[in-house]
């Protein structure tokens, strides 16, 4: 999973795959605490129906009093971690990056700096490293570590009751094959994107060199223009881009949240064929509700990573080109 296809298609060192390992790691265990925490609720509510129906005893109330602390602080404790593996250390990866990048141009031949100009360089150095930081920070820990826990919840759902697990995951693999299916859409809007911000650093970069022969031939009006023209380029093309996205990740998460209803539906019925009690019911419920809460995340992060492609792919050449012996 974090092989050096994984580095390479993020642009990561070393120590950012072995950061974002950490990410993942932590998110998992942020995740199974939560779901734990669930657990309790539905044991707690479980013991009030057993006393309703059943007049048993009561619940312990210190007993629940003592797992809710308990729970309270390993979260925080959890969430601490996490956001230190998926924040604080990744953000070095930044500098390590551009440090890396600035070694590399430092050794290329010069014949390589003709074929791409100054601000083509700048936006890659800047820019590009820019968009993979949130990735870096934001995404990929999240991401892999939502997959895996996830996948163990999944397992879990399908050994208490196949049939409630189905109606209940069923949306998650159809949204995200729907996200997948517009991959090249996303890359395609992002390159488009990406061109229109290089016109316009090429066009301030052009401004700074020869601003003395501007205001020298009384060009002033006529530059702002052009770089103005250049600039809502620029913007309409972001709103596309983001329209896009935008359309199909909010379209991928209605489909995910149809699982609530299939759920309701399902359980209603083998309750009423005496297959299942209420409780089992209210239980998927309530896993539902924090089982779609990471995936919701997730459907924009994907759509993210599939946009920052393009940066890493532009890291990634400046790494492949040969140097100069």
């Not at 309703?52 to 005893?57: E, Q, Y």
């Not at 083509?120 to 934001?138: K, P, Y």
Request: net charge neutral; glycine share 8%.
């Amino acid at each position: 999973m974090f092989g050096e296809k994984f580095k390479r298609k993020y642009a990561l060192s070393d120590s950012g795959v072995a950061n974002t390992k950490k990410g993942a790691a932590w998110t998992i265990v942020v995740n199974l605490v939560v779901m734990g925490g669930v657990g309790i609720l539905y044991r707690l509510m479980s013991q009030f129906m057993d006393t309703l129906t059943n007049a048993a005893p009561l619940p312990n109330a210190l007993k629940y009093i003592l797992l809710i602390v308990a729970f309270i602080g390993l979260s925080l404790f959890t969430h601490l971690k996490q956001y230190h593996a998926t924040y604080g250390l990744v953000y070095g990866e930044v500098e390590t990056v551009r440090l890396g990048l600035a070694e590399r141009l430092r050794k290329l031949p010069l014949g390589y700096f003709g074929k791409r100009d100054l601000a083509d360089l700048t936006e890659t150095i800047m820019g590009d490293v820019n968009r993979l930081e949130h990735v870096w920070s934001h995404v990929l820990g999240y991401l892999y570590g939502t997959y895996v826990s996830t996948t163990i919840i999944a397992v879990g759902l399908f050994i208490k009751d196949w049939r409630l697990a189905l109606a209940c995951l069923w949306g998650v693999p159809v949204a995200f094959v729907l996200l997948l299916g517009t991959r090249k859409i996303s890359n395609k809007m992002a390159e488009m994107v990406k061109a229109k911000a290089i016109v316009v650093a090429d066009g301030i970069q052009e401004g700074l060199e020869n601003v003395r022969e501007i205001r020298a031939f009384n060009q002033e009006e006529h530059y702002l223009a052009d770089l103005g023209d250049k600039v809502d380029e620029h913007e309409l093309g972001m709103r596309k881009s983001e329209l896009a996205v935008g359309l199909f990740v909010n379209a991928a998460s209605v489909i995910m949240r149809l699982g609530v209803a299939t759920t309701i539906l399902v359980g209603a019925k083998l309750i009423a064929s005496g297959s299942i009690d209420f409780m089992l019911l209210f239980m998927f419920l309530m896993v539902i509700t924090r089982i779609y809460a990471p995936f919701d995340q997730s459907l924009a992060l994907i759509a993210e990573v599939f946009v920052s492609e393009v940066s890493a792919n532009r890291l990634m050449e400046i790494h492949d080109t040969p140097i100069a012996e």
